[in-house]
């Protein structure tokens, strides 16, 4: 029989699942090209969700639900408020950019975000290896269907097809390696996979050739060499919208599993898996950065940006453990947290501007888009202005602060690679300084094109949301420390509980 704190685990999830089906069949009589209704009732569903999420965080409860197969943390309370928010801004910036190009009708984009947000919520809850990879597939397929969704354009299609096609084969990857640990332990549970690897009765051979798979499937999902291939021809085929809608939210849940197997399951392996995760992040800042450099379109860029910006994610993630020592365990994860947290924010703003200079019939999707900007509107140049400082790490901007904690966390595990690694990250990111710059020298200092020459303009709600998420970047810049004091409790409530 199902305990009554079971069900208290899954009401957001619950509620995502009804309301997905209502506005579903709600929508099949809203006659409004803008879908005003079903926007609507997506965004107070969002609303109320990322509510009861911060209400589950805020109370500081780590329980269990479902035979221990779910369970609800303040990491994982604080990742899905985080989630729903960042899906309602990116719903807000997409929908006069959808509506335009005939995106909006039968509301499918609403409902899917809805059925990925909910494949996210059990990434982030799942404490069992089968739910986590439900959760997966749930994201997954959604995805699949909102960058097809502009089902009369080959080259969405054509990206449709190759993410699918990758997808599928990193999810075959990600099961492999789970059914080996499996096959090795005997459990699907991480808290007893914890256990039975830490008893070392396992041989150690099968546990590392499944957990190269596993990683293999977490780098995937991150977009991190030599996984990364997806992301640059994905990125830039899918409707600006839906690039949006899997490159911020889904980080968060990307970043949730990694904690969840590698940390609460697998964390005796650590020596085995940081080195795997050190490899993919010299890779990923070394081929983002200089891949970055040579692109002419913003969207390919910001994929080859993202390939970087997992690089430092992939640092922090790996700089937890030191000589089997775990003393850095809880700065080194709540730095990474924390940048994966402000990273989204910044991917926010930037890919709301590139939708916001969209119009009908031109994308806005190179960089001699935004030529002049600065006069046809101040604002939105200092918006995308502090994006990409952000981005390129420069202070006072939150993006500075988060590159320079996950610093702390390798230097912090005083040895010698990680030395090496921290000046590596930082050369990297004196490199990726160029191309984000550039974004803002076309800005302010080149001329607008007659074809760029118009006004630009933009719903209330969009205006209101870009000029708080601008805010919010240098805000959280200035004065990191609620949010950092939110990854550092997070994350200490994970480790107390290791092995439990």
Known sequence: MIDKLSWVAVYPELLLLTMGCV???????????????????????????????????????????????????????????????????????????????????????????????????????????????????????????????????????????????????????????????????????????????????????????????????????????????????????????????????????????????????????????????????????????????????LKRMLAFSTISQMGFLLLGLMAGVVNGNQLNTESAYSAAMFYAVTYVLTTLAAFGIIMLLARAGHESDEISDLAGLNQRSPLYAGVMAMAMFSLAGLPPLVGFYAKLVVLQALVSASHTGALVLAVFAVLMSLIGAFYYLRVVKVMYFDPPTPANNQPVSAPADVQVVLAVNGLLILVLGVLPGGLMTLCAQSIRSIVQSLGA
């Open 23 to 297: 506005i579903a069949l709600v929508d099949l009589g809203v006659k409004s090209p803008q879908r005003t209704l079903t926007y609507v009732l997506t965004l107070a569903t969002l609303a109320v969700v990322a509510v009861m999420e911060a209400f589950y965080a805020v109370s500081g409860d780590t329980f269990y639900g479902f035979g221990n197969m779910i369970v609800v943390d303040p990491m994982g309370g604080w990742l899905k408020c985080f989630s729903s928010v960042a899906l309602m801004v990116t719903l807000v910036y997409g929908r006069p950019y959808a509506a335009e190009r005939g995106m909006l009708g039968g509301g499918e984009l609403f409902t899917l975000s809805l059925f990925a947000l909910l494949g996210m919520f059990v990434m982030i809850s799942g404490h069992n290896f089968l739910v986590i990879y439900m959760g997966l597939e749930l994201l997954t397929l959604s995805s699949y269907a909102l960058v097809a969704l502009r089902r009369d354009d080959a080259v969405a299609t054509e990206a449709a097809m190759k993410y699918f096609v990758l997808g599928a084969l990193a999810s075959g990857f990600l099961l492999y390696g789970l059914s080996m640990l499996y096959g090795a332990t005997g459990s699907l549970d991480l808290n007893e996979v914890f256990k039975a690897i830490a008893s070392r009765q396992v041989k150690h051979q099968v546990l590392v050739f499944g957990l190269v798979f596993i990683v293999a499937g977490l780098a995937f999902k991150l977009g991190a060499v030599p996984f990364h291939m997806w992301l640059p021809d994905v990125y830039q085929g899918a409707p600006t919208v839906v690039t949006l809608l899997i490159g911020a939210a889904p980080q968060l849940a990307a970043f949730a599993i990694c904690i969840r197997l590698l940390v609460e399951g697998l964390l005796p392996l650590a020596i085995d898996w940081q080195q795997m995760l050190a490899l993919m992040a010299i890779g990923s800042l070394l081929v983002g950065n200089l891949a970055a450099i040579a692109q002419r379109n």
